[in-house]
T-cell receptor, first 111, second 113 residues
Framework: QKEVEQDPGPLSVPEGAIVSLNCTYSNSAFQYFMWYRQYSRKGPELLMY????GNKEDGRFTAQVDKSSKYISLFIRDSQPSDSATYLCAMSEDTGNQFYFGTGTSLTVIP | DADVTQTPRNRITKTGKRIMLECSQTKGHDRMYWYRQDPGLGLQLIYY???????NKGEISDGYSVSRQAQAKFSLSLESAIPNQTALYFC????????????FGPGTRLTVL
């Protein structure tokens, strides 16, 4: 079993929709939870990260962590065509020495 | 100019050849990482380095070696390339002030025939 599981999609939504992206994990030692966006033929770019459980909001993006269920989510409100990309979740323990990535979810926002 | 650069961006080589991928950064970060990305497998950590004298194996280091020539330079070598090393390779950096924020390079697409 992989440490981090992520539905690869693809996910296709109309412009303006609310998008929900999710990951599950098995290692209870994970404390930091990251979301990256990767455009085609580019390197991943960090969107946001959270520590332990709870929510974090940044503009149209909200990250949620439920450590009791080992489940994390990224919500995108008012989705735009420019949000079309692959979204990767990643996790690490407190030390931040190593990072474990999900496989990524491919998102297309249709104008 | 990009903060994290990788050369070459694309490379096609043959089985058994020695290949070196190079990474340079201008962010002044101490930590550097090499990942490979395969469809359906996501990003997997090959090696990471916390300073010039500190190099550590990641999840999938077999068949690879690295060299940290300076704080700003971290190279990945495939001593004898094999076809299942065909992948997209990324270099990343992070700073001590926020180790959880990694900055990725643009990637090197390697094909081993």
């Amino acid at each position: 079993q992989k440490e981090v599981e992520q539905d690869p999609g693809p996910l296709s939504v109309p412009e303006g929709a609310i998008v929900s992206l999710n990951c599950t994990y098995s290692n209870s030692a994970f404390q930091y939870f990251m979301w990256y966006r990767q455009y085609s033929r580019k390197g991943p770019e960090l969107l946001m990260y959270t520590y332990s459980s709870g929510n974090k909001e940044d503009g149209r993006f909200t990250a949620q962590v439920d450590k009791s269920s080992k489940y994390i989510s990224l919500f995108i409100r008012d989705s735009q065509p420019s949000d079309s990309a692959t979204y990767l979740c990643a996790m690490s323990e407190d030390t931040g020495n190593q990072f474990y990535f999900g496989t990524g979810t491919s998102l297309t926002v249709i104008p | 100019d990009a903060d994290v650069t990788q050369t070459p961006r694309n490379r096609i080589t043959k089985t058994g050849k020695r290949i070196m991928l190079e990474c340079s950064q201008t962010k002044g970060h101490d930590r550097m990482y090499w990942y490979r990305q395969d469809p359906g497998l996501g990003l997997q950590l090959i090696y990471y380095s916390f300073d010039v004298k500190d190099i550590n194996k990641g999840e999938i280091s077999d068949g690879y070696s690295v060299s940290r020539q300076a704080q700003a330079k971290f190279s990945l070598s495939l001593e004898s390339a094999i076809p299942n090393q065909t992948a997209l390779y990324f270099c990343a950096t992070s700073g001590l002030e926020d180790v959880h924020e990694q900055f990725f390079g643009p990637g090197t697409r390697l094909t081993v025939l």
